[in-house]
């Protein structure tokens, strides 16, 4: 019995370093790289370091910053917001054409103004998906 639950244990602690493999099936540049070189890299943007930025035609947009994660090309990234329970934070998007290995844009579906971002407290939530190799 007392193997049974040795063997038990082990599978128990070993399972999650097994399945716990990253597999990119496909990148921004469409690029690939060896599969023990996939990195998942995540973070937060406050609304208190690098501001929301007025942007065009009444939408705002933030830079994310992931360039501490040493991505060899562009990442694949995804983004939500979380605010206060007062203020309303709309929903977000990447700009395509600004997403790099180490930074990337997001900006604003509706019209908002950079106040109302910061009054809301809207933090940036990111994922990054990558390469490191």
């Known amino acids: 019995m007392k ?8 599978m128990l602690l070993t399972y999650p370093t097994l399945a716990s493999n990253l597999k990119i099936l496909s990148t921004p540049d469409g690029g ?3 599969e023990p070189c996939a990195l998942t890299c995540s973070g937060v943007a406050s609304y208190q370091n690098g501001y929301w930025h007025n942007y065009s ?7 994310i910053d992931y360039s501490g ?3 060899v090309s562009s990442p694949v ?9 007062m203020g309303k934070c709309p929903a977000i998007f990447i700009e395509r054409d600004y997403v790099t290995k180490s930074i990337s844009d997001v900006q604003t579906v509706e ?6 971002m ?6 940036v939530y990111w994922s990054a ?5």
Do not use: R
């Not at 193997?3 to 082990?10: D, I, N, Q």
């Not at 990234?77 to 329970?85: A, D, E, I, R």
């Open 3 to 10: 193997l049974l639950g040795y063997l038990l244990t082990v």
């Open 32 to 34: 690939t790289h060896p």
């Open 57 to 63: 035609f009444g939408k705002v947009s933030k830079g």
């Open 69 to 71: 994660c040493g991505f």
């Open 77 to 85: 990234v995804t983004v939500t917001l979380s605010g206060n329970n």
């Open 111 to 116: 019209n908002m103004s950079a106040h109302d």
């Open 118 to 123: 910061v009054d809301s407290q809207c933090d």
């Open 129 to 133: 998906f990558g390469y490191n190799c």
